[in-house]
């Protein structure tokens, strides 16, 4: 398989966010050096209310608790891909899966995303690759963000490419180097409000916007330690929980004046590392579809000309998917897909670990 040029590959892709799952059944062809690709079937299943409530309180769990969850989220994963393959009836070479995160310190030398691939192997009797993250952090890196490496590869046409997911990262060359770095939570804090008004997500940014900014909170969301660290850097749970969450406790605010003030918070941080004017920003994720967030974001942004790019649905749903499936044929090529540039490691690396090849 190291030798071929076109791949069809399922990549999977589990958000902090809890969205749901994200799979997408994706075609990749190298010509000339250059790699193309092409999203066929894609689709997002929404993980059952228990199984949303498991990963909640995944941090929390004893060690036989998680690896139970392990399994069974490994067997949930691998049941859905099972249908969606069935339901398309496609050839596939591979899955690429990222897992869901329950802890990720690598300053402290580990990452840990569950969703056992073993499980996801026998239950589709294909080979699985997961487990992308781990080997970077050996060598000293954040183990994150993983995504860069197809922005360069797959968008280069792009100056920035910002996701807009549990947690907001963005990717662009800075002196013929790969540079990316986590910048804010985004839907984690933002979903995490919702459900105070008995709703999943804010819908198009809806109950933002008819809020009002806390400019005293804001004040305090922008002195958080972190924003004042240089890249290379990364967020997790635990970080937000710690440090951001307590600042959302019901006070004399209301949850949508959270909102406004969150949602300003994200779009003044965002904006702050488009330095260059007149670029091309590609937006993708989830966040892509709050209006209110993005007009924040373009307004923000405004003062540099920067051009915003919205792509179509299937582009901004499933990127992180394409990408991880692409991390995957990466990995089976034997190529480096994760660059020490973005994460701070001692040096490039072709991570990931791989069940059910011959």
Known sequence: MKNKTQFNVIGLMSGTSL??????????????QQWGFKIIHAETVEYPLEMIE???????????QLTQLDHELGSYIGNAVHRFVNKYQVEVDLIASHGHTVFHQPEKGFTLQIGNINDISAKTGLPVIGDF?????????????????????????????????????????????RIAFDISPCN??????????????????????????????????????FYASPAP???????????????????????????????????????????????RLLITGGGTFNNYLIERITSHSGGRNTEVIIPDKEVIGFKEALIFAFL???????????MSSVTGASQNT????????M
């Open 133 to 177: 993250r781990s080997l970077d952090v050996a060598y000293g890196g954040q183990g994150a963000p993983l995504v860069p490496i197809g922005d360069k590869l797959l968008f280069s046409d792009y100056d920035y490419c910002l996701n807009l997911g549990g947690i907001a990262n963005i990717s662009y060359e800075n002196n013929g180097q």
């Open 188 to 225: 984690m804090v933002l979903n995490h409000l919702a459900a105070r008004l008995g709703k999943s997500y804010d819908h198009e940014g809806g109950f933002a916007r008819s809020g009002h900014v806390d400019k005293e909170l804001l004040k305090q969301f922008n002195n958080l330690p």
């Open 328 to 338: 995957g044929v990466l990995k089976i090529t034997g190529q480096s897909n994760c």
């Open 54 to 64: 498991k990963l909640m309180k995944s941090t929390t769990l004893s060690g036989l």
């Open 350 to 357: 072709c991570g990931g670990v791989s069940v059910g090849f």
């Open 19 to 32: 969205d749901g799952l994200d799979i997408a059944y994706c075609h990749f062809r190298l010509d000339d």
């Open 233 to 279: 850097k990364s967020l997790g749970f635990e970080w937000v929980e710690r440090n951001f969450f307590p600042l959302l406790e019901p006070g004399q605010q209301s949850t949508e004046d959270l909102l406004a003030t969150c949602v300003e918070h994200f779009a003044f941080q965002i904006s702050r590392t488009i330095s260059k004017p007149g670029s």
